[in-house]
């Protein structure tokens, strides 16, 4: 193999170790099966409130842009042009659910966790701080205490 072609694999593995590749699977495939769970409250609890001013499924909401819309016999449109605003309601009602489940489950609880952390490492540190710089004054005073034993009382020292 050439070198190009040896750095452009190694680069690729280089890619691949660094984690990220790893959580972006481990979320891609989280976020498909809660995908599922969020669809079944949609379409097993959502749809039923929702249905209760009309229809069970949202899918079948729409208007007609061109009057009349007719259909035929399996439910296609064959004339008029159709507005599905049902669906469009129904994806973004499945993506509002699936957000505010994202963040009062997962985000917010790790943004309190990290801030806690963060503060316990600011106290760690304040502490450390305070640990040195009584270490400097005690350091001071012996210094200063050697030179007062160095330097007789009446006499000038360079």
Do not use: H
């Not at 481990?26 to 995908?35: E, N, P, S």
């Not at 409130?49 to 208007?63: P, Q, R």
């Not at 605003?85 to 505010?100: C, K, M, Q």
């Not at 009062?104 to 990290?114: K, N, Q, T």
Request: charged letters at 20%.
């Amino acid at each position: 193999m050439s070198k190009e072609k040896e750095s452009v694999l190694a680069g690729f593995k280089a890619f691949l170790m660094r984690g990220n590749v790893i959580d972006l699977a481990v979320a891609v495939v989280i976020g498909t099966a809660f995908t599922n769970v969020v669809n079944s409250v949609v379409k097993g609890l959502i749809n039923p409130v929702v249905g209760a001013f009309g229809t069970k499924d949202l899918n079948k909401y729409s208007s007609c842009l061109k009057s009349p819309c007719e259909t035929n016999a399996a439910g296609e449109v064959v004339t008029g042009i159709p507005i599905m605003w049902g669906t469009v309601l129904s994806a973004t009602l499945t993506f509002l659910i699936t957000a505010a489940v994202v963040y009062f489950l997962m985000v917010l609880p790790m943004a309190r966790y990290l801030a806690r952390r963060a503060r316990q490492q600011a106290a760690k540190e304040e502490v450390q701080e305070v640990v040195e710089v009584s270490e400097l004054e005690v350091l001071k005073e012996i210094r200063d205490a050697l030179v007062a034993q160095r330097t007789v009382p009446g006499q000038n020292t360079p």
